[in-house]
């Protein structure tokens, strides 16, 4: 599958076969996320695969009751808990470098839209979610201090078609030169 494609066609997942993961197509999904850039090359992010129905269930629990991916984290094979370390990407020289402050949950993100698109790239499905207890997440999972639970995506073979949302138009997204000049026709 082309990139353009994959990015145009992946779909949050919240229904999964029972399907398990074989471990050649986990590397190779994980292999994406470890070849994301990162701030200074310091790739901050840690990756937690969760397999053990327990666990998946507990970290279930840490989402609001009205999250819609909390079923889809009980059913796929697979749960992937994105961490990152923090006080080490945004800083030069142990000092933050921008006005952005850590700059961890840019570095995690470009890594599981990696991992994300390399999985449907290969026919698996997953879905980002980040509304939940991060503290009692890494309680669950035994993070250790200096670093924080990101999000968390389900993986697994799809057992759902979705459509496509709209997305807005690129005359309503793109400016040039200054916020707000569109393109001259």
Excluded at 34 to 48: D, E, F, K, V, Y
Excluded at 108 to 131: D, E, I, P
Excluded at 167 to 177: A, G, P, T
Aim: aromatic share 8%; glycine share 6%.
């Amino acid at each position: 599958m082309e990139v353009l494609e994959a990015i145009k066609t992946r779909r949050s997942i919240r229904k999964y076969k029972t399907t398990p993961v074989d471990d050649k197509t986990l590397e190779l999904i994980l292999e994406a996320a470890r070849w994301a850039p990162s701030w200074g090359n310091t790739q901050c992010w840690r990756l937690i695969v969760v397999s053990d129905d327990d666990i998946k269930n507990r970290l279930a629990d840490t989402l609001n009751a009205t999250n819609p991916a909390m079923d889809a984290i009980r059913q796929a094979p697979l749960l992937i808990v994105a961490c990152a370390e923090l006080g080490r990407a945004g800083y030069k020289e142990g000092e933050l470098a921008t006005d952005k402050g850590d700059w961890f949950m840019f570095d995690v993100a470009l890594a599981m839209q990696n991992l994300v698109l390399a999985a449907h790239s290969l026919g698996l499905g997953t879905v980002h979610a980040g509304r939940f207890d991060a503290k009692k997440a890494a309680d669950i999972l035994e993070v250790p201090q200096g670093y924080c639970v990101v999000e968390m995506t389900p993986l697994g073979y799809p057992d759902q078609v979705r459509d496509p949302r709209p997305r807005k138009e690129l005359s309503e997204i793109v400016f040039y030169n200054r916020f707000g000049v569109k393109a001259s026709s």
